[in-house]
């Protein structure tokens, strides 16, 4: 009767694992995701390039106002003259000195009245561009954030599976050499090691990649973003219905507000070609002084001083300026159609945009619980073929099987937990609702 020899215990998947992510665990400096997002708000180029865009519209907003206020410019001058006349024969040389006063207001001026307006509905567009321009950099952060504890968790997988396919090689070695198994199954564990130690230089550079990513957004050396906790109960969708968010996005949505303001610039441009065709009416004063010293051209030898006012109202009427005017209104009446017809395709793509993400969201929620279930099936069949290599029923290549089915899908559980995080804050920038202070739920997350 013979005796078949026990197989060495392999080291426990857990034990590989928590041990690898120890290591890997961020510092005690380690930094939320809002923390980042408020250095990348003061650090990121593409955000301070639309911030100054913003405070440059709104002077420029401001200017329009000139048109409808009053405007004033004082003057003043000096000169000498000298003066000769043959008959009689005479010279002589006298000086004159003038200052003066002169404003205006508009009192009918449509065209300016519609610029004045134009300015104001430019400060709604320019503040839509950047909530637009906010809202994408609470993405890109969040995204990067992720990415950075996507690349560890992979790192951190890849070098648990590389510690236990060295112990089922050095299991595979003694077993060969004490005639319980073949050298297939030492090549077999052997050829598996050197593709995790492949992998494991991939995820190296990988995460090294995006943490330089990281740290160029929120412009910091070596950022630490702190991990989810765990276990890891995800926020739900609320509201639950994709035409709940479809509607918000019809008021809140930058693009739509841009269209919107857009298309109200362009009916104010019609009226400004309008004007073309209208009389301008001004208010009118002016109050001058002029000082003669040593006479004039026709009184000699005395010097005087002669103030002057006046108040009036100038009247503008046009004419014919050759066809100008008609042409003028029929190209703003052609732009007024293009910017409705942007309106309803800002609307659509709105739409589009947030159905999309919507059903996004559902699908990597309902992948997240098939993967939750894969990872207990795949933890319970590698159990199983671990305790079948150890009696003799199953072979190496199907632990190792085992092994990188349940690492892979470990792996797919963290980037998928990942992607329904960041997916709710691509939901909300894709309904236009999107706000710092939806970072605060994810922050509730992390690891405090």
């Known amino acids: 009767m013979t005796t078949r020899l026990k197989k060495p215990?392999?080291?426990?998947?857990?034990?590989?694992?928590?041990?690898?992510?120890?290591?890997?665990?961020?510092?005690?400096?380690?930094?939320?995701?809002?923390?980042?997002?408020?250095?990348?708000?003061?650090?990121?180029?593409?955000?301070?390039?639309?911030?100054?865009?913003?405070?440059?519209?709104?002077?420029?907003?401001?200017?329009?106002?000139?048109?409808?206020?009053?405007?004033?410019?004082?003057?003043?001058?000096?000169?000498?003259?000298?003066?000769?006349?043959?008959?009689?024969?005479?010279?002589?040389?006298?000086?004159?000195?003038?200052?003066?006063?002169?404003?205006?207001?508009?009192?009918?001026?449509?065209?300016?009245?519609?610029?004045?307006?134009?300015?104001?509905?430019?400060?709604?567009?320019?503040?839509?561009?950047?909530?637009?321009?906010e809202q994408d950099l609470i993405v890109r952060t969040s995204q990067t954030y992720f990415d950075v504890l996507a690349a560890q968790d992979t790192l951190a997988f890849v070098r648990a599976q590389k510690a236990a396919v060295a112990e089922q090689l050095a299991s595979a070695k003694r077993n060969f050499e004490v005639g319980t198994s073949t050298i297939t199954d030492t090549r077999e564990a052997q050829a598996r090691y050197d593709l995790v130690i492949a992998q494991e230089i991939a995820a190296e550079n990988d995460l090294r990649v995006k943490k330089i990513a990281l740290d160029q957004l929120v412009g910091k050396t070596d950022a630490q973003p702190k991990g989810v906790q765990v276990p890891l109960d995800l926020p739900p969708l609320v509201p639950a219905d994709v035409n709940a968010w479809v509607l918000q996005s019809e008021a809140q949505h930058p693009a739509i507000r841009q269209a919107q303001a857009n298309l109200e610039v362009a009916k104010l441009e019609i009226d400004k070609a309008e004007a073309g065709h209208k009389p301008t009416v001004d208010l009118t004063a002016s109050y001058g002084i002029q000082r003669n010293l040593n006479g004039t051209a026709t009184v000699a030898n005395a010097t005087f001083r002669t103030n002057a006012a006046t108040v009036g109202v100038a009247l503008n009427m046009p004419l014919f300026a050759g066809f100008a005017t008609q042409n003028r209104i029929r190209e703003t009446l052609s732009l007024e159609e293009k910017a409705r017809t942007d309106l309803v395709g800002a609307r659509r793509g709105v739409a589009l945009g947030t159905r999309t993400a919507f059903f996004g969201v559902l699908s990597g929620q309902g992948q997240v619980k098939a993967l939750e279930a894969a990872e207990l099936s795949s933890q319970s069949a590698l159990d199983a073929n671990k305790l079948g290599y150890q009696v003799g029923v199953r072979i190496n290549i199907d632990v190792l099987n085992a092994q990188s089915q349940l690492f892979q899908t470990k792996r797919d559980l963290a980037k998928a937990r990942y992607d329904v995080l960041v997916g709710g804050l691509k939901l909300r920038q894709a309904n236009g609702t999107l706000t710092p202070e939806d970072l605060l739920l994810i922050n509730s997350l992390l690891v405090q």
């Open 9 to 133: 215990a392999l080291l426990p998947l857990a034990l590989a694992l928590s041990t690898v992510l120890a290591v890997l665990a961020p510092s005690a400096q380690a930094q939320n995701l809002v923390e980042l997002y408020r250095s990348a708000r003061d650090y990121d180029a593409a955000y301070q390039s639309a911030r100054s865009l913003y405070d440059a519209n709104l002077a420029k907003a401001d200017q329009a106002k000139a048109g409808i206020l009053p405007s004033a410019a004082l003057s003043a001058g000096a000169s000498r003259t000298n003066f000769e006349m043959s008959s009689p024969a005479s010279e002589r040389d006298f000086t004159t000195q003038t200052a003066g006063l002169n404003a205006s207001q508009p009192l009918y001026r449509p065209g300016n009245w519609a610029t004045y307006e134009q300015g104001k509905r430019q400060v709604e567009l320019s503040r839509a561009q950047l909530e637009a321009a």
